[in-house]
């Protein structure tokens, strides 16, 4: 099965912008939206966004997601050393009948 | 809270058979489809399988297909995997999640080996 596309690692400086990205199709990404989920090593993964770019209650508003046709975007700002993790996105596909996660991205914070 | 404590993972050899439980607690179960999700020493996250709140549905990822088998008793509040034909491939921390809800257990290892 596909999965979702994006970058295996991305640096930026302390208190810089992060933008992570992650591309589908229309029959996910683009139709479904995506999840965003952040994994520190040996935990669970928590979730950021959900499908509908919403923010669970607890998670920091420098974590904002948006999706432009299908491609799904994760911006972090004010970066902090607590943000260095590994980002996935997820997302469902009508067509597959299957959930999809992104291969993850490794956001290191100089 | 919401808990969601897998459980059932250990060492088998190849070609093994295993089965996996998630206790969930503190949500409505049976209003949620359910998901095993399992993530390989040092590699990302892949679905596995789901099961809809009625068992009406159920979905596998192509590299299960055939060896696995979800289920699910919403009277328990208890999700399963049964696998079969197990390979070093399998080898992964196993997680249940509903996935449209931030709801994770801690995980647990199943390690496929001689």
């Known amino acids: 099965q596909a999965g979702l596309t994006q970058p295996p690692s991305l640096s930026k400086d302390l208190r810089q912008t992060a933008t992570l990205t992650c591309t589908g199709n229309?029959?996910?990404?683009?139709?479904?939206?995506a999840t965003w989920l952040q994994q520190h090593q040996g935990h669970p993964p928590k979730v950021l966004s959900e499908?509908?770019?919403n923010r669970p209650s607890g998670v920091s508003e420098r974590f904002s997601a948006s999706r432009s046709g299908n491609t799904a975007s994760l911006t972090i700002s004010g970066l902090q050393p607590e943000d260095e993790a590994d980002y996935y996105c997820?997302?469902?596909?009508?067509?597959?009948?299957?959930?999809?996660f992104g291969g993850g991205t490794k956001l290191t914070v100089l | 809270d919401v808990q969601l404590v897998e459980s059932g993972g250990r060492l088998v050899q190849p070609g093994g058979s295993l089965r996996l439980s998630c206790l969930a607690s503190?949500?409505?179960?049976?209003?949620?489809?359910m998901n095993w999700v399992r993530q390989a020493p040092g590699k990302g996250l892949e679905w596995v399988a789901h099961?809809?709140?009625?068992?009406?549905?159920?979905y596998y990822a192509d590299s299960v297909k055939g060896r696995f088998t979800i289920s699910r008793d919403n009277a328990k509040n208890s999700l399963y995997l049964q696998m079969k034909s197990l390979s070093g491939a399998d080898t992964a921390v196993y997680y249940c999640?509903?996935?449209?809800?931030?709801?994770w257990g801690h995980g647990t290892l199943v390690n496929v080996s001689s």
């Open positions: 229309s029959n996910n990404v683009g139709n479904q939206g």
């Open positions: 499908r509908n770019n």
């Open positions: 099961i809809s709140g009625n068992t009406g549905s159920i």
């Open positions: 503190g949500f409505n179960f049976r209003d949620f489809g």
């Open positions: 999640s509903p996935l449209v809800r931030d709801y």
């Open positions: 997820l997302a469902w596909d009508s067509d597959l009948t299957a959930w999809l």
